[in-house]
């Protein structure tokens, strides 16, 4: 008999979002606009003054690491797991951290080589958490979703640009013979494969 607790229950969804490459990276971000959303529209009508001002806490950290974009992911990262930990709903909290922690380096790596993309980023968080501290579940769940469709977007045009490439050895992107989830893996700091 195994205990029914989310994180252990769903401990095993982490590495298996891990193995995952190429298109279902997208995949991923995909599942995280479905779910992330509403985790935060409910976190908008659950969140109280303690959890708010955490919340606060990390878009603060945020804008103080906005030249240094691994501080900076990891303020977000942070600010995301307190929004959701806020529903007070384990097996989503464990859900969504499990999916958006394996996102981190894309966003890492977005953050590098995309002029401006901090300051963006922080913009999004703060709509987000000025629509968690008017308790407005509607307006959360449109900051959540236009923030994560700004990244799935990025996404999108990455993944259009290096596999509508006629050579991809070419690219910065995708090393020779690879497709182009084993050259972002590769410059995100995984290991290459073929």
């Not at 195994?2 to 095993?12: C, K, Q």
């Not at 193995?19 to 995949?27: G, P």
């Not at 935060?40 to 806490?57: D, K, M, N």
């Not at 910065?172 to 690879?178: E, K, R, V």
Request: charged share 25%.
């Amino acid at each position: 008999m195994t205990s029914l607790e989310p994180r252990l229950l769903l401990e095993g969804l982490g590495l298996a979002v891990e193995l995952l490459r190429d298109d279902t990276l997208l995949e991923i971000v995909q599942v995280r606009r479905m779910l992330e959303p509403a985790a935060t529209a409910l976190a908008a009508s659950r969140i109280s003054a303690e959890q708010l001002a955490e919340v606060g806490g990390h878009l603060t950290a945020m804008r103080a690491a906005s030249d240094d974009v691994e501080k900076l992911n990891h303020h977000d990262a942070a600010f995301h797991r307190a929004v959701v930990r806020a529903t007070g709903n384990e097996t989503l909290s464990t859900l969504l951290d499990g999916i958006s922690g394996r996102t981190l380096r894309v966003r890492v790596w977005r953050g590098t080589v995309e002029t401006g993309s901090s300051h963006k980023t922080i913009a999004e968080h703060e709509a987000i958490y000025n629509a968690l501290a008017a308790g407005d579940a509607t307006l959360a769940q449109a900051a959540a979703l236009v923030h994560i469709g700004t990244t799935e977007t990025w996404l999108r045009s990455v993944l259009d640009d290096v596999e509508g490439s006629p050579d991809e050895a070419d690219g910065d992107l995708a090393p020779p013979g690879t497709k182009l989830a084993d050259g972002l893996w590769s410059e995100l700091g995984g290991e290459e494969t073929r």
